[in-house]
């Protein structure tokens, strides 16, 4: 299971930090993806992290402005999001992939997803 | 950077019918194609991974098939939870890992 929270208003130019708390599953042997949808859109691939936390990727819409990372003694992945503009409101939805030690891009588990408003 | 397109955007069915979706990638993933099924106000749902295994608990309703850059999700028959949307990833290139539009099914 996955759980997302940190979502809300901002104002552009702003900052929020999204948590994603897991449970269910060997934490620390999954690489963990955020993924977004703005309304009414389609699904966007926003980044990935390796399971240690090690490495991380990002889609070129964010890179240099959000930075992903993870706490494997809470079993927790964060993404932090600076320079907010209007486009990067979405839901953000944390996902699971599906197989150990890999970056394998197929993702079995989402969380519900919150919901990132980015307006004056 | 991969461009998925999925047809039709929308796709208008009754209960019983046989739905039959498609994904064309710009370049070829191989068999590296995954499909979800979102329903409104939920997180998407894995339902195909690799072109054409089904994911835990998926009904055997739902089957892929494909490679390269042409592939398809065939409901064979609809069932009321079917009426969805539907999206197509490949998990090839990246990063990114890039999605399909989605292509509606909807009850006619």
């Known amino acids: 299971q996955l759980l997302e929270s940190g979502g809300g208003l901002v104002q552009p130019g702003g900052s929020l930090r999204l948590s994603c708390a897991a449970s269910?599953?060997?934490?620390?042997?999954?690489?963990m993806s955020w993924v977004r949808q703005a309304p009414g859109k389609g699904l966007e691939w926003v980044s990935a992290?390796?399971?240690?936390?090690?490495?991380?990727y990002y889609a070129d819409s964010v890179k240099g402005r959000f930075t992903f990372s993870r706490d494997n003694s809470k079993n927790t992945v964060y993404l932090q999001m600076n320079s907010l503009r209007a486009e990067d409101t979405a839901v953000y939805y944390c996902?699971?992939?599906?197989?150990?030690?890999?970056?394998?891009?197929?993702?079995?588990?989402w969380g519900q997803g919150t919901m990132v408003t980015v307006s004056s | 950077e991969i461009v998925l397109t999925q047809s039709p955007a929308t796709l208008s069915l009754s209960p019983g019918e046989r739905a039959t979706l498609s994904c064309r990638a710009s370049?070829?993933?191989?068999?590296?194609l995954v499909w979800y099924q979102q329903k409104p106000g939920q997180a998407p749902r894995l339902l195909i991974y690799?072109?054409?295994n089904r994911a835990t608990g998926i009904p055997a309703r739902f089957s892929g098939s494909g490679s390269g850059t042409d592939f398809t999700l065939t409901i064979s028959s609809l069932e009321p939870e079917d009426f969805a949307v539907y999206y197509c990833?490949?998990?090839?290139?990246?990063?990114?890992?890039?999605f399909g539009q989605g292509t509606k099914v909807e009850i006619k």
């Open positions: 370049q070829s993933v191989s068999s590296y």
């Open positions: 992290i390796s399971g240690s936390g090690g490495s991380a």
């Open positions: 269910g599953f060997t934490f620390s042997s999954y690489t």
């Open positions: 996902a699971k992939d599906m197989w150990e030690r890999t970056f394998s891009g197929a993702f079995d588990i």
């Open positions: 990833q490949q998990r090839s290139n990246w990063p990114p890992w890039t």
């Open positions: 690799d072109a054409s």
